[in-house]
């Protein structure tokens, strides 16, 4: 029988399976150990670089088949931010006015400053008193002295008594010498007249001691005295409790005369006590009493009257409010803020009593606290009787409101103050309210209207203030100078607004002067200490500027401003000191998040969320600065669209930071054109680099491979990661070389290693980085490294030839490197040539077509440039080769982290 072929295959091939089935599981082959969880040795997990730690560069497996790749997109490429924009600065703050918490109602745009020169020498600190104006005249007397020509007729009546007699109906001018002439106004028929008569043109006595029996007529000078005697004997005719509102406008009257004759308060004093006698066990009498001690600055009598009262009232609200106003006064700041709690507590629905906290609060720069109070006192100012006490509690409720940034509820309030009002305090308050509020006119009529109706410098100051911010320079500047001058109590303010004012024309150096002068007058105001950080911050002083900032914030730490202020001169400092950058970036971004956490309680203001964005990217905190930049960006920053974009690009998505940065350059709406210029530069940026490849080599294996060839007899080896040479090399010290394949000239941009001598290296001639054409080294070499001197000893030295030299047919190409840095052989040292595009100057300045310069760079600082080469251009086709040159008798000499950057061919 004859068996095909096949059959016969497939019976061995069954026979063979059989046979393998059984002898695996035969008992003879034993079956594997594998060891417990316990028999294994702990080894601890290799530490491996991140590939975004290196620029998201592959790290080359260890195989000793496999050579370095030979090219490589380059890690993204520093993309810089447009500049941050200006910071705002905080306009003067006036009183009442918004508090530091609520600063942002009184920003200005700060953009550059506006060179304004002042007229005549600046004094910025002068002395208070008079002003050169006032120093012309002096004060003059209403009325003359001693005789002079014909006086007036309203000179007459003030100085003299005047009488008419029955024969004639011309007055008499005199003296009244009757001891009961008060009994006598007003009588119909008068008993003989004792006068002294004077001349009515001269003043001067013409007869004494004249006795008239005929005077029809008689009236009293119109001097203080009279008309205090006079009021004084109405009101004791009266009497009793139905004359206390005569004694109330008595003392309304001495009150308004009593500042320019004191002896008037006691009478004053002697009034409200006779109230208190009439008035028992109410405290109407108490508080004209009170009022009176406060007009004339006896405070140790107030005091005594507080701790002298009986009964009820020394238990009421009236004694507790009173006393707590007081001593807040006298800077008991604990007594006084028990005290007028207490108040409140006894009488819960008193919106004098409420009102009187309220303010306390507010002066203690605590007007969060002060608010719920003032809204109390609001819901019960109707109450309070009569109008000019229930004017007070309104406009402490009205400035509440303003010191919290309720510019509405502070102007509503205001218009329900009624006639009581002093005009000139009324009209204060509408002007602090309407600067605020940004109504620059109405605030100038306001504050014109309140100085021109009495003296007040504090409207002086305001429209001082309000002229600053309508950039009427010299007009504010003048009257900032006369509440300087005449104004001690607002000295330091004026003294602020005068800094304001020089910085706002940059006048830097003026400002400062200003701000030393104001803080001698006021060294605890937070609003100064803010100013002078930012002026020294734009004077380049940045720890200054920080010292000054946070004096500011451990005054008022709720500045937002400041805070500001402070994460700028972080990021400026750290700009010019790149060697704390670090911890410079760190705390600006801690800075960045108190402004920003401030700011979204008042406003959003979007230039802060971008300055917190950027910070945020400089630390690398990269998600964060996304969500920043994400919000300011939707808020219609176009600052922030950038930062998106180069976030975008930093994390390997160049084709939608692209789509981003176009879509900017080409948006037709932006006003502003430079925002659109800068987004196209970065899309140059990005359009340049990523025509750009790398060759790169950390020697991370066993053989040096293919890519690196060998001149000359000492060949290299790869040792513990490193590319090594070590022995001698070659009869006559002939250089020993490793080069990277060539690449045509035009496409080289720069190469860079890391170089060391080693021990046992003591015969090195000559080690460096080297390109040349290849085959052709005299036409272009240059090279980075040691060479050893005349004395022996190993310096740094280029070797620059370019045709006959770069420098010159008649130069020598060595350039010696040792007067511009400290290398030693022994540490490694990081070497870098590179090309960029020449620069031409002229009237064609710029980048040369073609023309490239030639760069040199010792541990990344700059050694060496040749600003245009003559035999390598950005077209040239010849080949250009890299070496690693090292030459002596012996050597050890060992190259890492090779780099080297080169367009990609076309």
Not at 432 to 441: E, F, N, S, T
Not at 687 to 714: C, N, T
Not at 738 to 759: C, H, N, P, Y
Request: aromatic share 6%; charged share 25%; with cysteine.
């Amino acid at each position: 029988m004859n068996l095909r072929k096949e059959p016969v295959l497939f019976l061995v091939v069954l026979a063979l399976c059989a046979w393998m089935w059984t002898s695996r599981s035969s008992a003879s082959i034993p079956t594997q150990v594998r060891p417990s969880k316990d028999d294994l040795p702990s080894n601890q997990p290799v530490a491996v670089a991140l590939a975004e730690a290196q620029g998201g560069a592959r790290i080359p497996p260890e195989d000793l088949f496999r050579e370095p790749s030979e090219a490589a997109p380059l890690p993204p490429t520093r993309l810089e931010y447009p500049p941050l924009g200006p910071l705002p600065v905080i306009a003067l703050p006036l009183q009442p006015g918004p508090e530091s918490g609520s600063y942002h109602l009184l920003r200005m745009d700060a953009g550059p400053p506006v060179p304004h020169s002042f007229g005549g020498a600046a004094d910025p600190g002068a002395a208070n008193g008079a002003s050169a104006e006032d120093d012309e005249g002096g004060d003059e007397l209403d009325v003359p002295q001693g005789p002079i020509g014909e006086l007036s007729a309203e000179v007459l009546r003030q100085r003299y008594d005047r009488l008419r007699r029955e024969s004639s109906p011309s007055w008499f001018y005199g003296r009244i010498l009757n001891q009961d002439k008060l009994d006598l106004v007003g009588r119909a028929v008068l008993p003989p007249i004792q006068f002294d008569w004077v001349s009515n043109k001269t003043g001067e006595i013409v007869a004494t001691g004249q006795v008239w029996d005929d005077v029809s007529v008689i009236e009293l000078a119109d001097s203080l005295e009279n008309k205090v005697a006079l009021r004084k004997k109405e009101v004791d005719a009266v009497g009793g409790p139905p004359g206390i509102p005569g004694r109330i406008e008595f003392i309304r009257f001495l009150l308004a005369e009593g500042s320019n004759a004191p002896w008037v308060f006691q009478e004053a004093v002697a009034q409200a006590r006779e109230i208190i006698k009439a008035d028992v066990g109410n405290e109407l009498g108490f508080r004209w009493l009170v009022r009176v001690l406060r007009a004339e600055g006896d405070l140790a009598a107030e005091f005594e009257l507080y701790q002298g009262l009986e009964g009820a009232i020394a238990e009421s609200s009236f004694r507790y409010r009173n006393q707590g106003k007081l001593e807040a006064r006298l800077t008991l700041w604990a007594d006084a803020e028990a005290h007028l709690r207490k108040a409140v507590e006894v009488a819960p629905t008193d919106g004098r009593s409420l009102a009187a906290l309220a303010q306390y609060l507010l002066d203690r720069g605590r007007a969060e606290e002060a608010l719920p109070f003032a809204q109390r006192a609001e819901r019960v100012s109707n109450t309070v009787q009569p109008d000019e006490d229930r004017v007070p509690v309104l406009e402490t409720i009205a400035a509440v409101h303003l010191a919290a940034g309720g510019l509405e509820d502070a102007a509503d309030v205001a218009s329900r103050i009624g006639s009581a009002a002093d005009p000139a305090a009324k009209a204060y308050l509408r002007g602090c309210i309407a600067y605020a509020r940004g109504d620059l006119d109405s605030a100038s009529s306001e504050f014109e209207r309140a100085a021109a109706a009495e003296l007040r410098f504090d409207a002086t100051l305001g429209l001082a203030a309000t002229r600053l911010r309508q950039a009427r320079w010299d007009d504010a500047k003048s009257l900032f100078e006369r509440v300087r001058d005449a104004a001690p109590a607002l000295r330091a303010r004026a003294l602020a607004g005068l800094a304001l004012l020089y910085e706002r024309t940059g006048n830097l150096g003026l400002a400062r002067e200003a701000l030393d002068a104001a803080l001698l007058a006021d060294p605890r105001d937070p609003y100064i200490r803010y100013l002078e950080g930012r002026v020294r911050r734009l004077s380049n002083e940045y720890d200054a500027a920080l010292d000054s900032l946070r004096a500011s914030l451990a005054l008022r730490d709720d500045m937002t401003e400041a805070f500001a202020e402070g994460t700028r001169a972080l990021v400026e400092r750290a700009d010019a000191q790149g060697d704390a950058t670090p911890e410079l970036i760190a705390a600006a971004v801690r800075f960045a998040d108190r402004t920003v956490e401030l700011d979204r309680r008042g406003t959003l203001y979007v230039p802060y969320i971008d300055m917190l964005g950027y910070v945020r990217a400089r630390v690398g905190e990269v998600n964060d600065a996304r969500a920043a930049f994400q919000e300011a960006a939707a808020n219609g920053s176009r600052f922030a669209q950038i930062g998106l974009a180069i976030l975008d690009y930093r994390q390997k998505r160049s084709n939608q930071a692209r789509d981003r940065l176009l879509a900017l350059a080409t948006d037709p709406v932006i006003k502003d054109r430079s925002i659109p210029a800068f987004a196209q530069s970065l899309v140059d940026v990005i359009d340049d680099h990523a025509s750009k490849v790398q060759i790169r080599d950390d020697f991370e294996r066993d053989l040096v491979g293919g890519f690196w060839d060998s001149d000359g007899a000492l060949r290299p080896s790869i040792q513990v990661g490193k590319l090594e040479f070590q022995g001698i090399t070659g009869r006559g010290g002939e250089a020993s070389k490793a080069r990277r394949k060539a690449i045509a000239g035009g496409e080289f941009l720069s190469v860079e290693t890391t170089m060391q001598v080693r021990e046992g290296g003591q015969g090195v001639q000559n080690a460096a980085l080297e390109i040349a054409f290849d085959g052709s080294r005299n036409d272009l070499r240059i090279a980075l490294g040691f060479r050893r001197g005349s004395n022996g000893s190993l310096r740094p030295e280029a070797w620059v030839e370019d045709g006959a030299s770069a420098a010159g047919a008649d130069e020598s190409p060595i350039v010696d490197l040792s007067g511009k840095i400290a290398a030693d052989p022994s540490e490694p040292q990081r070497l870098k040539i590179e090309v960029v595009p020449a620069e031409i100057g002229g009237a064609n300045a710029g980048p040369a077509a073609n023309q490239l310069g030639l760069r040199l760079y010792w541990n990344d600082e700059l050694v060496h440039q040749v600003d245009r080469l003559k035999r390598l251009t950005a077209r040239t086709p010849t080949d250009l080769v890299t070496a690693l040159v090292v030459q002596g008798r012996p050597v050890h000499v060992t190259f890492d982290d090779y780099r080297l950057v080169r367009r990609k061919s076309k």
